[in-house]
């Protein structure tokens, strides 16, 4: 699942330690890691931060195609014209 932005001052981001288990595992394995920044907040410094749209850009390519094979109505254990 897409995770929401969080904001602050304009900037959307995400932090890293903020993702499911299984987008972790391949976010190290596959983000440039050149762009995660830092943010300072007024409370608090953030040091896993990646822009959302850097995030969305790899989220598309590592995940939408498996999104994509579980919502293909061949994949369901059922037919799709059959109501449940």
């Not at 410094?45 to 999104?67: A, M, P, R, V």
Request: aromatic fraction near 14%; include cysteine.
């Amino acid at each position: 699942m897409r995770l929401t932005s969080e904001n602050y001052k304009g900037i959307e981001f995400i932090r890293v330690s903020s993702l499911p288990a299984n987008q972790k595992e391949v976010f190290w394995q596959s983000f440039d890691k050149n762009k995660i920044v830092k943010i300072l907040t007024q409370t608090a410094l953030f040091n896993d931060c990646i822009q959302y749209g850097d995030y969305s850009k790899w989220f598309s390519k590592n995940f939408t195609g498996q999104e994509e094979i579980v919502s293909n109505p061949a994949d369901l254990p059922w037919p799709a014209h059959q109501v449940m």
